[in-house]
């Protein structure tokens, strides 16, 4: 048989097993449009081109992940080449002659991450935004595993990038005739591309003969078609899984304790002494972990005490947040109680506690010892009640070992991912947390073509293989909380967790007692189900309006919203709660929708409820708003953090530091309104005020959010505010600081939210709700990780505009942070503003007396004056000539024009800004400043009270200093420090 005969064979067999349009040309085409569109947004120059690239890719497995991760920080610090390199490549004519020098192009943004094979791959995905079914994807090791196939070798790694594509294409043309002459439904490249990913990389099903099954494994050279078989290996620290395996070992094999290497621990009956007393103990007897341990210990035998120590060294010997020093304090003082000894940790083990760990426990793995030393003390019981058969299973493959430590009872995940951890290190990761797990899988899952289930199993089993593909690219442990992947995964848009409020009365039955005895959430839908389930809004409302045809449109709405949250929008991994009576339960939502008939209500989700409710009585803002919202299903995310502490809380019987009476009643700290720092004498030097009089603006800030800044021109109140703002914000964000100008034509719409027209689309000019600057800050200032973080907006010339036009509704939350409102452009929205938005406007007395500002605002704001002959800024111009080593002339004329101008004219009075200028201090430039500026400034002063020579005549630089008996001349002498 003909090399080209096996070949047709197997894929005949292979297109009967597998559907090769929906499996693998369906979704490139998919991706070719996408691509499309990314080149016709670069040919236009617009910006936004990788984003769409990088979008589409993402949704697919046709580049390497570790090629695209390098791709994507090149566009960030190098994206001018970037763009050049893949511009240059996409222009007409578009062809694979164009590889060799995007290879070369992109080689020079970062030769040791972007490699020639993958240059050449990202090349084929550029070539299918202009003709899929001509050029096709490229991956080298699949590729070159089907030319060997062919009893041909590869082109090497060192060959041209055309050349290497342009092998291929020739292969692939050969397929397709060799295809459509057997008959095979093969159309095109794209096919015969998929068709040879097929070959390499799937295997037969059932429905192939044996014989012929056996046959294709040994004509590709499949090693072997046995059940696999697992070893364990080393994993992310070798030094640490040793150390632990010294424990484990003789422990699940029932061998004499590594610490005196004479007691047998792992025993039934030593497991069993200790969870009993610690059962006892627990609830009774106040203290830290060791102080109860102690207690619990008294009066044991020996093989209980080394239990107990071999169980606090596996607790903490895989922590990196731990040093080895108070790792053995910990241990020894187990040891220590004992009457027979040994006192101390052997050396061997004392020396592993040295290595440097695997994870970072946080604060769980020091709060939750107790908890932690229970659930491995019911590990080592369930290990007991094994068969030898079953702990063989276990111990000959970690996927079986995951379903026996799953079946521990009351189940510790925590501690439980990190045993599996150190028993099969390089099958199941470091990762403690539940929700990373998935966080991390849902990340890069592409890699893999999608995920296998939703189960524990079957994330772990996901995580082993993508971290084989990340650790065979960078040769090197993938360290998923460093870079380049934790800023990734953390950021997924699809794992963004948030939080809800659900009405325990569903039609008039009360039902958390029940939902919290059962592990499940649900709500009423009459005979909506499955039809509801993962679709969009629109899809919902259509099925309620064809159910619920009896109510009004807006209850409609209503209620399609309430399905969408809890059919859709909700997800695995997201906070619940649920008011009952007078506390709140509160749980983690644990599946996806389902239908189901639970007392009546037809859609449910499971959820793993805490098992204490928090009172609901002085609940930390925001929730006691959010707890008013109408709805049965509410979006509660901004609480999140609330709803997080209680949910990490120990419970009541966990086996932690109980808490004092009473202490239930406690509410969790959330700092919503950031600590904003004191002023310092650096801002003050620089602002040239006093220190105490900038701590009295931040204080006001502190109490009251929102100050405004007012006097005549020139007295620095911008500069002051924009200084202040920046600097209670922080120099490294800088975006959290907002200026923006109100002018007489400034309306809500430009400050807030309204349409705009947009670009045209099929030539009809649209219009779209567009924010404004206090929506967009909000929105910043509200995002998860900003809330402790103070936003500031400076209202520069605040009284310039028509306010209340301006405010709109935003009146009522400037006095009522807590409250929120419906808005005018989005009355189905509710809105308010952030406790770490804060507000500093300024007003200028000359140009519009603030006399004319409604006292609304008085109300909602606190007033500080800023007049050049009063408190805060009286003495600035002083200090600054004195600072820049200038004669005092300057500020003493600045004191005699104030005086002249009356105190009738207060409002209109000049500030120092005019003379705080390199070019105001010497003779020529103050007759400039005073000719320019002040002079025409007073004649609009006293326009219709005095005529041009009359203010020249009095107001006048020489005026003035004939007055004083001060002369220019003194502007020219230098200022003698130690003169008398």
């Known amino acids: ?115 020639a094979g993958g240059a050449i791959g990202f090349g084929a995905l550029l070539l299918m935004a202009v003709s899929p079914t001509q050029y096709v994807p490229f991956r080298a090791r699949r590729t070159a595993e089907f030319i060997r196939l062919l009893g041909r070798e590869p082109l090497k790694s060192s060959a041209s990038a055309c050349d290497r594509y342009g092998q291929v294409l020739d292969i692939l043309d050969e397929l397709v005739e060799h295809a459509q002459s057997a008959g095979l439904p093969i159309q095109d490249r794209l096919d015969a591309q998929g068709l040879i990913w097929t070959l390499t990389n799937s295997d037969p099903d059932p429905t192939w003969p044996s014989d012929e099954a056996q046959a294709f494994h040994s004509w590709r050279g499949d090693k072997s078609i046995s059940a696999p078989e697992y070893t364990r290996g080393p994993g992310k620290s070798p030094a640490t899984e040793s150390a632990a395996w010294k424990i484990l070992e003789p422990g699940l094999f029932g061998k ?77 003082t187990i040891l220590g109680w004992s009457p027979d000894g040994p006192f101390e940790l052997p050396p061997e083990l004392a020396v592993a506690l040295e290595a440097p760990g695997s994870f970072h426990g946080g604060m769980g793995f020091n709060m939750h010892i107790a908890a932690h030393i229970g659930w491995l003390l019911r590990f080592v019981k369930h290990i007991r009640n094994l068969s030898q058969t079953e702990l063989d299973a276990a111990l000959s493959s970690p996927w079986v070992w995951m379903e026996m430590t799953s079946a521990v009872p009351d189940d510790v995940p925590a501690i439980r991912y990190a045993i599996d951890y150190l028993v099969w290190p390089d099958y199941l990761q470091p990762i403690v947390a539940k929700e990373d797990r998935k966080k991390i899988r849902d990340t890069f899952v592409n890699l893999l073509g999608g995920s296998r289930g939703n189960t524990e199993l079957d994330i772990a089993q996901d995580l082993h293989d993508i971290r084989q593909i990340h650790d065979g690219e960078s040769g090197q442990f993938t360290e998923w ?36 005895a059962e592990g499940i959430v649900t709500l009423p839908a009459q005979t909506l189900g499955q039809e509801i389930i993962g679709h969009d809004f629109e899809s919902v409302l259509d099925s309620v309006k064809d ?33 009952w009576e007078e506390v709140l339960l509160v749980g983690t939502v644990d599946s996806e929708a389902y239908v189901g008939d639970f007392h009546g209500n037809k859609l449910c989700r499971t959820v793993d409820w805490h098992p204490d409710a928090v009172p609901n009585a002085d609940l930390p803002d925001p929730l006691p708003r959010l707890l008013g919202e109408p709805g049965g299903i509410v979006d509660v995310t901004e609480a999140l953090l609330a709803i997080e502490t209680w949910r990490k809380r120990p419970t009541a019987n966990s086996g932690e530091n109980p808490a004092p009476s009473g202490a239930g009643t406690l509410k969790p700290r959330i700092d919503v309104v950031p600590q904003l720092k004191n002023a310092s004498d650096e801002l003050a030097e620089k602002l ?30 911008t500069f002051i505010g924009k200084h202040l703002a920046r600097y209670l914000a922080g120099t490294e964000h800088a975006e959290h600081t907002q200026i923006v100008q109100f002018h007489p034509s400034y309306s809500y719409e430009d400050f807030f939210e309204g349409f705009r027209p947009s670009a045209p689309a099929n030539g009809q000019v649209g219009f779209e709700l567009q ?17 402790d973080k103070p936003f500031f907006l400076l209202i520069d010339e605040m009284n310039r505009g028509n306010l209340a036009k301006v405010f709109g509704e935003l009146y009522f939350l400037l006095e009522y942070r807590k409250d929120s409102i419906r808005l005018q452009y989005s009355p189905d929205e509710d809105f308010s503003l952030p406790q770490n938005l804060f507000i500093i406007g300024t007003m200028n007395t000359a140009d519009r007396s603030i006399a004319m500002v409604d006292a609304a605002i008085r109300r909602r704001f606190a007033f500080v004056e800023l007049h050049p002959q009063d408190g805060i800024v009286k003495e600035v111009l002083g200090r600054f000539l004195a600072a820049n080593g200038h004669p005092a002339l300057v500020a003493d004329l600045l004191d005699a024009l104030n005086e002249e101008l009356g105190s009738d004219k207060r409002d209109l009075a000049v500030g120092p800004s005019y003379f705080m200028k390199d070019d105001a201090l010497d003779a020529a430039g103050l007759r400039r400043v005073w000719k320019y500026e002040l002079l025409p400034l007073l004649e609009e002063y006293h326009f219709g009270e005095l005529d041009r020579e009359q203010v020249h005549e009095r107001f006048s630089l020489e005026a003035l200093l004939h007055g004083l008996g001060r002369s220019l001349d003194e502007l020219q002498l230098p200022i003698d420090a130690d003169a008398d």
């Open 1 to 115: 048989m003909t090399v080209w005969s096996e070949i047709l064979q197997y894929s005949r067999l292979f297109l009967d097993q597998v559907d090769l349009d929906s499996e693998e040309r369906s979704y490139k085409l998919s991706f070719a449009l996408g691509a499309k569109a990314a080149r016709q947004q670069l040919l236009n120059g617009q910006q936004q081109w990788f984003e769409t690239l990088r979008r589409e890719v993402s949704k697919t497995n046709l580049v390497n992940q570790y090629f695209m991760m390098a791709l994507i920080k090149a566009a960030n610090e190098r994206p001018d080449e970037l763009r050049k390199a893949v511009l240059d490549f996409w222009v007409d004519p578009v062809s694979p002659d164009k590889l060799d020098k995007l290879e070369y192009d992109l080689r020079a943004l970062n030769p040791q991450r972007l490699s």
């Open 256 to 332: 004499a304790s590594p610490i005196d290497g004479v007691t047998q621990t792992w025993t039934t009956f030593a497991s069993s002494s200790l969870l009993q007393t610690r059962e006892s103990q627990d609830a009774a007897d106040a203290g830290g972990f060791l102080e109860r341990l102690e207690v619990q210990l008294a009066e044991s035998s020996n093989d209980v005490y080394l239990l107990a120590a071999e169980m606090t060294y596996l607790q903490c010997i895989a922590l990196s947040n731990i040093g080895a020093v108070k790792k053995t304090e910990r241990i020894n």
């Open 481 to 516: 909380y460093g870079e380049p992947y934790k800023s990734q995964w953390q950021n997924f848009a699809g794992t963004v967790r948030k939080a809800w409020l659900v009405r325990q009365a569903q039609a008039g039955s009360p039902m958390a007692e029940t939902w919290q």
């Open 547 to 579: 159910v619920y045809g009896h109510i009004n449109l807006a209850d409609q709405k209503d209620k399609a919203k309430e399905l969408h949250r809890f059919a859709s929008q909700m997800d695995e991994g997201d906070l619940v709660i649920a008011p």
């Open 688 to 717: 040239h005020v006093e220190r105490q009089d900038l701590q009295e603006m931040i204080d006001l800030l502190r109490t009251r959010r929102q100050i405004v800044l007012y006097g005549p021109p020139g007295t620095g109140k």
């Open 771 to 787: 924010p404004g600057p206090l929506r967009r800050l909000a929105k910043l200032a509200s995002q998860a990780g900003n809330e």
